[in-house]
């Protein structure tokens, strides 16, 4: 579990400079896009690879986040789109807020959506997650919206039904439903070309500037009821995890890409 950081207080956003300093940076995450300022390109196909069949996977309340990992033979991995080389999955978590109008780190147009998705892949040819870290070009993350709407999202089924077992902080389970990576690694291949991407940075300390985000256009959707779920885990502190996303860090002068197939 990575440092002593929360989302309020003497140890929230504002103050994870002191003991982080690249968290003061200019290129951090998130960032708010604005479709009007966005430099359209073609990019090459993003290609999803080891997503299809089942992948036993664990999720685990660290604190900070429910997170998923998978230490199976059979790992995703994605290439093509705004990164030259194969990116290997490491984990998937979750950013949401106190209520179902904020929750997203990343805003399009300054609109907050409920809920965001983080698949976090390491590049292939650095050999692990722990040498990736180290370089400029170490990770690239999928992001994905989900708005709240009164139907459930049956991708969310299996988890939130197991996401009673993991409240308290440290807790690591198996999950029941192997199909759950196919689910959230590549919920809609038909959108997945629509994306915006950009250099950004992890959203949580060390805030390190690693980071090609691919930030998928075409929100989904997720129940109120199953967006109350993740806010009844613990925190590291002890107080229900109501919000974990980070308020949006300044663009200083980068682009945002969008994608037009
Ligand atoms: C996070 O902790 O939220 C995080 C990572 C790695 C990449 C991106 C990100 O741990 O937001
Ligand atoms: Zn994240």
Not at 23 to 33: E, R
Not at 88 to 98: E, K
Not at 141 to 150: I, R, S
Not at 219 to 243: K, M, V, Y
Request: net charge negative.
């Amino acid at each position: 579990v990575a440092g002593n950081f929360s989302y309020d207080g003497t140890n929230g956003p504002s103050h994870w400079g002191k003991e982080y300093k690249t968290c003061l940076g200019k290129y951090q995450s998130p960032i708010d896009i604005e479709e009007k300022d966005v430099t359209t390109m073609t990019f090459p196909e993003l290609q999803f690879s080891g997503v299809e069949g089942s992948h036993k996977a664990y999720m685990t309340n660290n604190g900070h986040t429910v997170m998923i990992q998978s230490f199976d033979s059979n790992v995703p991995s994605i290439s093509g789109g705004p990164i030259n080389s194969t990116y290997v999955f490491q984990q998937l978590h979750f950013h949401w807020g106190p209520n179902d109008n904020q929750g997203s780190e990343d805003l399009i147009n300054n609109h907050s959506f409920s809920m965001e998705l983080h698949v976090v892949l390491w590049k292939k040819e650095y050999g692990s997650y722990d040498e990736a870290i180290k370089r400029d070009d170490g990770l690239t993350v999928l992001g994905y919206l989900y708005q709240a709407t009164d139907e459930p999202n049956p991708m969310f089924e299996s988890i939130v039904q197991q996401i009673p077992d993991i409240v308290g902080v440290g807790s690591n389970i198996t999950i029941s439903d192997n199909n759950v990576l196919k689910k959230l690694v590549a919920p809609d291949i038909a959108s997945a070309q629509n994306y915006f991407t950009y250099r950004g940075s992890l959203t949580t300390p060390p805030c390190l500037e690693i980071v090609q985000w691919i930030d998928f256009v075409k929100p989904q959707h997720i129940s109120h009821e199953q967006l109350a779920a993740f806010r009844s885990i613990q925190s590291a502190d002890g107080t229900n995890l109501t919000h974990n996303f980070r308020p949006v860090q300044p663009l200083d002068g980068r682009t945002v890409y969008r994608n037009i197939a």
